[in-house]
């Protein structure tokens, strides 16, 4: 399948039918070229040029720029007016987002000016092209100029405008069973690991770090730590070692079998990355960790069954955390279980724990319509194709993307020990910006992301 008609298989799969939207025609740029996977680590890297505009229907919650990409449109100035190909950029967004060194911070990257004092009736008084910037004088003397790579940016449709933000550099890799074969794993002290964990993480939301030493917890402790420099702290504390002895009251301290799940489902931002590394099992057996695609499987049911995902997508849903004496946890409002980027109409988020829930957003007598979609997806996510289950072992560090997959395990006997930690997602998706752009690429994106 050529790659712009694979990207197209792409939007319009994950591009749902979400209640607030008119029919918008979008386009997309992202085009990848899968290079041959390294047979040693099982990571599958790629080139991702990003290229191949792409039409793609979706529904987006605001009109998007009608044109195509706008990643090579010309950029002119004429009667007041800058022009990205057919895109006007208002004078007031121009001015707000100078980068002279009154109105941006270099260093603090920073807005230093006030926007609200920008003329109402600011004007062009002149324009100068270099081919790569045009520089402005303003009708109230002011001087700016502005990098045309900036100006494309902000002028392009909301997919191409997120890429960056959401350090969607290719297009993600559903899977379902068959990952067993080969994981993406990579070892902690390969060259570049950090990119490598995280192009794995980013494209099939989980992998392996090897060669992790196990003789304690702290060398998993410093490897988690540098991801972001820091911890998602909870009321569970920072870096964690379990086991089955209820010192939290919650049944991840216990030895019964979890079904797939996504943690923290009663936090306001549920935790981004989660990690286990089993660091020892003695006197018993089972706690086979599972892990589902929660993308995929969600997917699977928009195509199979739109209504019952239309459901999953709006109706909020509460959770809560209050086995722990003196705390009573909840979100601050209810979430639907499949979440969307509002502006581009891509599936963010999936929320789903069943031990935690609490109230189903709907007048109690209609929630047996949440019920019924919410059992069509609990039948996909509990399909043997869908399911990779593993035998963790000492030494691996599993870490995966806490809005995305969903893990469980099976009951166990004996004496099970298990190190890990979150991340938030703010964080990680932070530091896998900057190791696949660059400061300076992810943040000359930021204005018109
Ligand atoms: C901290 N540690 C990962 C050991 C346990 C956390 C418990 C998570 C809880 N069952 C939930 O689904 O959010
Ligand atoms: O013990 C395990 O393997 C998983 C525990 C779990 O699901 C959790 O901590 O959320």
Redesign the pocket.
């Known amino acids: 399948m050529a790659a712009s008609s694979r990207s197209l298989a792409f939007w319009q799969r994950v591009a749902p039918r979400v209640p607030f939207c008119a029919r918008e025609r979008t386009r997309t740029c992202a085009s990848v070229s899968r290079l041959q996977s390294s047979p040693l680590s099982g990571i599958h890297s790629r080139s991702t040029p990003i290229a191949n505009a792409v039409l793609v229907k979706t529904q987006c919650r605001y009109k998007s720029s009608s044109v195509g990409s706008t990643s090579s449109a010309p950029v002119e100035t004429e009667d007041n007016v800058l022009r990205v190909g057919r895109v006007k950029i208002p004078n007031i967004w121009l001015r707000d987002n100078c980068q002279c060194s009154t109105c941006f911070h270099a260093d603090t990257k920073q807005r230093l000016h006030d926007t609200f004092q920008i003329p109402h009736n600011l004007r062009i008084r002149s324009s100068e092209s270099d081919g790569k910037t045009t520089a402005i004088e303003w009708s109230d003397g002011h001087r700016s100029r502005y990098d045309h790579s900036v100006l494309r940016q902000a002028a392009a449709p909301f997919k191409e405008r997120a890429i960056i933000r959401q350090g969607l550099a290719e297009e993600p890799v559903y899977w379902g069973s068959e990952i067993a074969s080969s994981p993406p794993k990579v070892p902690h002290d390969a060259p570049n690991a950090m990119r490598k964990i995280l192009e794995n993480i980013r494209n099939y939301g989980f992998t392996y770090i090897t060669n992790v030493p196990f003789h304690s917890p702290t060398p998993t402790e410093e490897i988690l730590t540098s991801i972001a420099g820091f911890l998602r702290l909870t009321h569970y504390g920072g870096f964690y070692v ?1 086991t ?1 002895d209820l010192a939290s009251a ?4 216990t030895n019964i079998a ?1 079904e797939a ?1 996504t ?1 923290t489902t009663y936090f306001s931002e549920p935790a981004g990355l ?1 990690a ?1 590394h ?1 660091l020892s099992h003695t006197d018993g057996e089972g ?1 086979a ?1 599972l892990l589902v695609d929660g993308f995929k499987c969600a997917l699977d049911l928009k195509s199979q069954d739109p209504e019952a995902y239309r459901i999953l997508s709006e109706v909020n849903v509460h959770a809560h955390a209050s086995g722990n004496k003196g705390i009573s946890i909840q979100p601050f409002r209810g979430f639907p279980v499949f979440s969307h980027d509002p502006a581009t109409g891509q599936l963010l988020q999936v929320r789903w724990n069943s031990s935690d829930r609490a109230g189903i957003e709907l007048p109690i007598a209609e929630t047996p319509k949440w019920y019924a979609a919410a059992r069509k997806y609990n039948a996909l996510l509990k399909k043997k194709r869908n399911e990779y289950w593993e035998q ?1 072992t000492p030494g691996n560090i599993l870490l995966f993307d806490n809005w995305r997959v969903l ?3 099976s009951a ?1 006997t004996g004496k ?1 020990t ?1 190190c ?1 930690a979150y991340v938030s997602r703010d964080d990680w998706v932070s530091r896998w910006k900057i190791e696949r752009w660059g400061d300076e690429a992810a943040g000359r994106a930021i204005a018109a992301s």
């Open positions: 379990f089955s919650d049944t991840a301290y979890l799940h943690d989660q286990f089993l706690g960790s963790l893990h469980g395990r166990f099970r298990i890990g």
